[in-house]
T-cell receptor
Framework: NAGVTQTPKFQVLKTGQSMTLQCAQDMNHEYMSWYRQDPGMGLRLIHYSVGAGITDQGEVPNGYNVSRSTTEDFPLRLLSAAPSQTSVYFC?????????????FGPGTRLTVT | AQTVTQSQPEMSVQEAETVTLSCTYDTSESDYYLFWYKQPPSRQMILVIRQEAYKQQNATENRFSVNFQKAAKSFSLKISDSQLGDAAMYFCAYSPQGGSEKLVFGKGTKLTVNP
């Protein structure tokens, strides 16, 4: 198994540009989520999905859009990038029926918005 | 809303010594899960240990153990026989048992291991 994969690993955007961060998992996990990690802030939940076709907002959803058309993929879209969205983005997944079990994290995407 | 607090932004320990990282949390739930994640410079998030709130016995994984005090809402991580490879950011995290998919993280503690 490849686990959770994210692309790209690094990205630089100009203010106002849009882009999609890709996330895929091959473990048949129902639950997938996106976090952002900022210095001194820990990880904060952006959006999550409990299955194909079902998404919901987390703690910091503004400026981001998600959709879940398949179990495997959960892309994160930045609609109009802003410098405040400079961060490291992590995708994670787990079996929905096991909230107490490990969430598997991808390697992260470092995004810089100038 | 649940919150997780790590009061030590940075800690250091000598190789082979023991160090304890602190974590407190706030919740009105009675059943939940607590985790410690390690993030080395590679950025990869690695699960170190987890604790189920309904279990009174403290979790242990090799050199890593926790001191779970449910009434005090405290969940500290003890690392014994510290190794250079233990140097990393450590995050405490909380997850409710059900009804919410959220994993709430603390701000992290940077652990330095001195040779």
């Amino acid at each position: 198994n490849a686990g959770v994969t994210q692309t790209p690993k690094f990205q630089v955007l100009k203010t106002g540009q849009s882009m999609t961060l890709q996330c895929a998992q091959d473990m048949n996990h129902e639950y997938m989520s996106w976090y952002r990690q900022d210095p001194g802030m820990g990880l904060r939940l952006i959006h999550y999905s409990v299955g194909a076709g079902i998404t919901d907002q987390g703690e910091v959803p503004n400026g981001y859009n998600v959709s879940r058309s398949t179990t495997e993929d959960f892309p994160l879209r930045l609609l109009s990038a802003a410098p405040s969205q400079t961060s490291v983005y992590f995708c994670a997944s787990r079996y929905r029926a096991r909230p107490g079990y490990e969430q598997y994290f991808g390697p992260g995407t470092r995004l810089t918005v100038t | 809303a649940q919150t997780v607090t790590q009061s030590q932004p940075e800690m250091s320990v000598q190789e082979a010594e023991t160090v304890t990282l602190s974590c407190t949390y706030d919740t009105s739930e009675s059943d939940y899960y607590l985790f410690w994640y390690k993030q080395p410079p590679s950025r990869q998030m690695i699960l170190v240990i987890r604790q189920e709130a309904y279990k009174q016995q403290n979790a242990t994984e090799n050199r890593f153990s926790v001191n779970f005090q449910k009434a005090a809402k405290s969940f500290s991580l003890k690392i014994s026989d510290s190794q250079l490879g233990d140097a990393a950011m450590y995050f405490c995290a909380y997850s409710p048992q059900g009804g919410s998919e959220k994993l709430v993280f603390g701000k992290g503690t940077k652990l330095t291991v001195n040779p």
